[in-house]
């Protein structure tokens, strides 16, 4: 464990943040496997479930959580998977 003061509150703050972070990333799984599996069952509720995973994708990607071409990568398949 951390001796210096600053040091000891680096570590708290560095599990708060990835406390913090986990649940905003399951929160983002959770929301592109409700649509997907509205998709898989022809769901009617499927358009809006894509706009709440897209949602999901980009507030992920604007709090440093997931890297840009990941968020468009996901958003592009998601919409690919909506089409069909």
Avoid: C, P, W
Avoid at 57 to 75: T, Y
């Amino acid at each position: 464990m951390a001796n210096i003061k600053s040091a000891i509150k680096r570590a708290e703050l560095n599990i708060i943040q990835n406390e913090r972070n986990s649940a905003q990333k399951a929160a983002l799984r959770t929301s592109i496997k409700k649509f997907e599996a509205a998709v898989a069952t022809g769901s009617d509720d499927a358009q809006a479930l894509y706009v709440a995973a897209s949602a999901a994708i980009d507030k992920a990607h604007s709090k440093g959580l997931i890297h840009k071409n990941k968020a468009n990568r996901d958003k592009s398949r998601l919409a690919k998977k909506l089409v069909k």
